[in-house]
């Protein structure tokens, strides 16, 4: 157990660390900085500006710059915002609670609303049930985020049935904690739609596949002979059946937490990561897209990890294997 | 359906679309930037063939749209005077294919402008712009993806025919790039290259950057098969009888790994196009005034320009068409390869 766990962490590791060299040297290509823009500026002397640059350590060699850097994410700094001043980390979190917010509902719900409907329709495989079914996930596997999410903006906007942009009205602290609640989610009911419509059909596919292929095993024949009632059947004994590969989509589930919604809040301007890296790269402020990379690959190898932890812990076959390495 | 009638259809509507935009300029009755003030946000003109006086018209006419006094975006048709569309008409020059010059259209208002499909903030014509945005779009998604098998096709080989620390180095930088979420691989990539470029220089980066993002899984799909297909006895027996590690590439691995690379250019265009698309609409891309279908929606980030000008989210409905249609292409290919029946979830097609 320990030398698997180990492994895994080494793996891990190795990702984080590949990455942040990745993103880090991928940023010296960029022609020009922060501070290049400010040169033009009459009103900042060449003093004043070279003063900003030492202070934020863009005039030393890349290689100080990095140990340096990964020398602070080891402390759980990741440098400076350029814009704000401010540390790249409480600045990402206070975005990335955002994006969970919304990110962590259209998952809960993607799935909730994928299991039934995979289990219920592998077990009408080629009825027609199932066709009518898979033709409503081709629908919506082919309609992309971005049609889908301006869509229903301009609908909504039309229509004014739903609040537009944003995470909460004007004048949200007077509110009642009920009508807070309300509100915040009349504002989410756009995005996560269009989140849950575009994770389902993947989820739902690879449920319907997996459990398909569970319901033809011979000891299923032995359970139904035994008079076992359907639904039990299919619950708690064909779905642990199919639980391996549907653990380690759950744990690419996990992993995409951060990254799932980027396009999405930058259309329904939610204040979560992705208007805020968007700004930050459009604005050269070089360690809150670095800083944003990192949280998102962690996240990444976190889920991977959840999962092969719930793989070893669900799958015997994986505890074998571990332990006979 | 049968899998043949499946196979034509696919190529008929794919074929369609793509030789619709091609020819882009025979079909799209103006210049895509070609400016007409008068008619900022004028609405789609529909084309009509009963006229106000319930007089049948043989061929489709429509009604001159002008500004209703005293406002500007407003529009009223008159419905006094029924306008011919006129087929075949000399128009603004372009080019067929980027060489032959032309002139000629396929339709057009004649003294006045017809815009089916409206017009946008400089009255530019949305169609012609939509059929000669979509050359940047497809053209960024075909090159993309051609990029990104090639890539993918050259370092899955290696690392599958010579094995040892170099597959395993080579395999691990893959894992690298197919951890980071692509979403945000193509805003770093992006991030770290010039923003404000010209048109043409934009498309190429873009076209870098989207087909330097994807080779990971190619590549490791083809290294699979490049390793299965080593140990197979007759490229064992071919080497036996001398075969130089060139010729056993061409002439018995390579063509083993067709099947990926053909699935997985069905499946790619469709997504690098949709990536070209995110990097566009969110100013990251191909800048104005050439058109791509996602700086055509860009307008839309504008909360008046949704609220009053619903004509112009109609760009970002024409590629749903085309992603039905790779779709389709994608999982006959992966049909024909034999592929599993029950991944083949969308046989039913």
């Known amino acids: 157990m320990t030398l698997f766990l180990l492994r895994r962490l080494a ?114 495989l080629g009825r027609p049930a199932d066709i009518a079914l898979s033709w409503a996930t081709a629908v919506l596997l ?22 537009t942009g944003g995470l909460v009205s004007v004048g949200f602290d007077a509110f009642s904690a009920a009508h807070k609640a309300r509100d915040v989610a009349l504002h ?99 360690y809150v897209v670095i800083g944003g990379v990192l949280l998102s690959t962690l996240f ?8 092969d932890l719930l793989l070893y812990w669900t799958d015997p076959r994986i505890r074998v294997e571990a332990s006979r390495r | 359906m049968s899998t043949r009638s499946r196979w034509l259809l696919c190529a008929a509507v794919l074929g369609a679309l793509h030789l619709s935009v091609a020819c882009a300029g025979f079909f799209a009755p103006y210049d895509p930037t070609a400016q007409d003030r008068e008619h900022p946000y004028a609405p789609p003109m529909p084309l009509h063939f009963v006229d106000a006086q319930g007089g049948f018209h043989l061929l489709p006419f429509f009604y001159a749209q002008k500004l209703r006094a005293g406002s500007f975006d407003q529009y009223e048709e008159n419905r006094a005077r029924a306008i011919p569309v006129k087929f075949f008409v000399s128009g603004a020059s372009y080019h067929v294919l980027g060489v032959f010059p032309l002139r000629r ?11 089916l499909l409206g017009s946008d903030e400089y009255g530019r014509d949305l169609l012609s712009r939509v059929l000669f945005g979509g050359q940047v779009s497809l053209l960024a998604g075909l090159i993309g993806a051609g990029l990104t098998l090639s890539i993918g096709l050259c370092i899955g080989t290696l690392a599958g025919f010579l094995g040892g620390w170099k597959d395993e180095v080579l395999m691990r930088v893959a894992e ?40 990971a899984r190619p590549a490791r799909m083809v290294r699979g098969i490049v390793l299965s297909a080593r140990e197979r006895d007759f490229v064992r027996a071919a080497r036996g009888f001398g075969a130089s590690d060139g010729y056993l590439l061409r002439r018995h691995i390579l063509p083993e790994t067709s099947s990926v690379v053909l699935t997985q250019a069905a499946i790619l265009v469709p997504q690098f196009v949709l990536a070209e698309m995110t990097l566009s609409f969110l100013g990251l891309g191909v800048p104005e005034p050439v058109p791509s279908w996602g700086n055509m929606l860009a307008g839309l980030q504008h909360y ?10 109609l760009p970002a409905l024409v590629m749903v068409p085309f992603f039905l249609g790779y779709l389709v292409l994608a999982s006959l290919l992966q049909g024909s390869y034999g592929t599993s029946k029950i991944d083949e979830t969308l046989g039913e097609i």
């Open chain 2, 105 to 115: 259209h396929l339709f057009g208002g004649g003294e006045v402008p017809v815009y």
């Open chain 1, 300 to 307: 990444l190898v976190v889920g991977n990890f959840v999962a």
């Open chain 1, 11 to 124: 793996h891990a590791a190795f990702l984080l660390l590949g990455v942040s060299v990745l993103a880090f040297f991928f940023s010296t290509l960029a022609p020009g900085n922060y501070f290049d823009d400010m040169r033009l500026n009459p009103q900042i002397s060449p003093e004043r500006l070279s003063a900003l640059r030492a202070e934020y350590r863009v005039d030393q060699p890349l290689a100080v710059r990095y140990a340096r850097w990964a020398g602070g994410v080891l402390r759980g700094d990741l440098g400076v915002s350029f814009a704000y001043n401010a540390p790249v980390a409480t600045l990402l979190w206070t975005r990335a609670q955002n994006t969970l917010l919304l990110t962590g509902t259209a998952m809960v719900l993607a799935w909730m609303l994928a299991l039934p409907l995979g289990v219920w329709s592998a077990e009408r």
């Open chain 2, 304 to 313: 008046n320009v949704l609220v009053s000008y619903w004509w112009m989210y």
């Open chain 2, 176 to 215: 690298l790039f197919l951890a980071l979420p692509w979403i945000y691989l193509l805003f770093a990539m992006r991030a770290f290259l010039p923003l404000a470029v010209p048109p043409l220089k934009a498309f190429l980066l873009v076209v870098m950057v989207i087909g330097a993002v994807g080779w």
């Open chain 1, 142 to 163: 082919i309609i992309p985020d971005l049609t889908l999410a301006l869509g229903l903006l301009v609908l909504a906007v039309r229509t004014a049935w739903l609040p």
């Open chain 1, 188 to 286: 989410m009911l756009l995005p996560v739609t269009v989140l849950v419509a575009s994770a389902l059909p993947v989820l739902l596919r690879h449920v319907r596949a997996a459990v398909a292929e569970a319901l033809e095993a011979p000891f299923l024949r032995a359970a139904e002979g035994h008079g076992i009632a359907r639904r039990r059947l299919l619950y708690r004994y064909v779905l642990p059946a199919a639980a391996h590969p549907l653990i380690a989509l759950f744990g690419f589930s996990l992993g995409t937490l951060l990254s799932a919604s980027l396009l999405v809040e930058v259309v329904m301007s939610w204040p979560g990561l992705g208007p805020f890296l968007l700004e930050a790269i459009l604005g050269r402020d070089l």
